[in-house]
């Protein structure tokens, strides 16, 4: 390629992640020219270790009510129009076996390279050309899209931003796609880590660091908001699904409240237990790790048999089992957090074909939009649905 005849292409997708693999087959196979450009030396990356290197691709569940947005009605077009079994289908058509974990979450029974070399596959069937190693440094629109690269200038008549958001930095992340919204005017809302493990206030370190491995079933529940899941302590602070899950609502400094035991049968079995001989330590010995017992129960139950507790003392006790409050000091930040909360602002965007609504021709979509999903294949879901949105407009 020569840098004075910059290569031309109907559609140039910024990122190589499912959204913009997905947008560049979907529109290649429409007859456009698409060029897909990857900063990194592969494609896929955070899909590789998604879902535990399972990649869990889809939730069979999935609508708007399970997305955070600016504006919560904005994926209700794209999301209904390519469902979570469209891409089952796809899946099914490559032949790659998968399973139901829980909840609707849709698991590859092997690697998520699969996934990986599924939308590949896709790519190359269609004729969309993906270039990987190239850095973009800047997008120029005059007459045409001029993309600056570190491999060259392409020209496009549109282009499709797909570059994620700021979590796993060390797997290529950047904010070059909120960069590049800002500089057309497009704007962006604030910036925050989701789906996050928790940090412990210092001043709670020697309650949680010796329960560091431990994990246990728990409701979490703040603004509103209720997640029944697993809860997994570490050293820094406490992380597992329920956590992920509310510390996209969690506002830093509130307290969130625990129901410790969710379980209908255990809470009724404590319950009657409370006018035997048995401590409260004794009882939920054999609903929680022994751990977690101990150090609960030395800081909120009576150390003397339930029977001999006075009737405030066991309510007292019932409030804190199935409310127990916690603080914590912040996040483990983009390192950890597997989304970003916020992004290109959808007021910006059109709901049925991504494109801004400034900058004719330009397009954002996955996660470096404002759309965020729970945990449990729905940001995956809005990746695809998105990007098919995208590919068949643009």
């Not at 020569?2 to 693999?21: R, T």
């Not at 829980?102 to 998520?112: A, H, I, V, Y």
């Not at 790519?123 to 969309?128: F, L, M, N, S, V």
């Amino acid at each position: 390629m020569s840098n004075d005849i910059p290569e031309h292409h109907d559609v140039i997708v910024i990122g190589g992640g499912g959204a913009g693999m997905f947008c560049a087959f979907t529109a290649a196979n429409r007859g456009k020219r698409v060029l897909l450009l990857e900063h990194n030396d592969q494609v896929g990356k955070k899909i590789g270790i998604s879902g535990g290197g399972r990649c869990n691709f889809t939730n069979i569940h999935a609508t708007a009510a399970n997305y955070l947005s600016g504006n919560p009605d904005f994926c209700k077009s794209a999301l209904a129009r390519y469902s979570p079994w469209d891409f089952i289908s796809l899946v099914e058509k490559h032949g790659i076996p998968y399973h139901e974990k829980k909840l609707g979450q849709q698991f590859c029974d092997e690697s998520s390279r699969r996934i990986i070399s599924m939308l590949e596959s896709e790519c190359r069937d269609a004729g969309a050309r993906i270039l990987c190693g190239c850095r973009v440094e800047d997008v120029v629109k005059n007459d045409r899209f001029e993309v600056i690269t570190s491999r060259g200038c392409f020209t496009s008549a549109a282009v499709v931003v797909a570059t994620g958001g700021l979590s796993f930095a060390k797997l290529g992340a950047t904010d070059i796609g909120h960069r590049i919204a800002r500089k057309f005017g497009i704007g962006v809302s604030s910036l925050r880590p989701g789906l996050v493990p928790l940090t412990f206030r210092p001043r709670e370190q020697s309650f949680f660091e010796p329960l560091a491995g431990v994990s246990l079933p728990v409701r979490v529940s703040h603004g509103g908001k209720s997640f029944e899941e697993a809860m997994l302590f570490t050293h820094r602070g406490v992380s597992g699904p329920a956590i992920l899950q509310i510390s996209s609502f969690w506002k830093g400094g509130d307290p969130l409240s625990f129901d410790l035991l969710p379980d209908r049968v255990e809470s009724e079995n404590f319950a009657s237990s409370i006018r035997g001989g048995s401590t409260a330590l004794q009882i939920l010995s054999k609903a929680w790790p022994r751990r977690f017992a101990e150090a609960w129960c030395q800081r909120n139950a009576p150390d003397k048999p339930l029977a001999r507790c006075t009737r405030q003392e066991t309510e007292a006790l019932t409030r804190a089992l199935h409310g127990w409050e916690a603080c914590f000091e912040g996040t483990e930040g983009y390192p950890k957090a597997e989304v970003t909360l916020g992004g290109v602002e959808t007021g910006e965007l059109s709901s049925k074909t991504m494109e801004s609504r400034k900058v004719t021709g330009l397009y954002f979509i996955g996660e470096v939009v404002d759309v965020t999903g729970w945990l449990g294949g729905y940001n995956f879901q809005w990746a695809w649905a998105s990007a098919h949105a995208c590919g068949t407009a643009v």
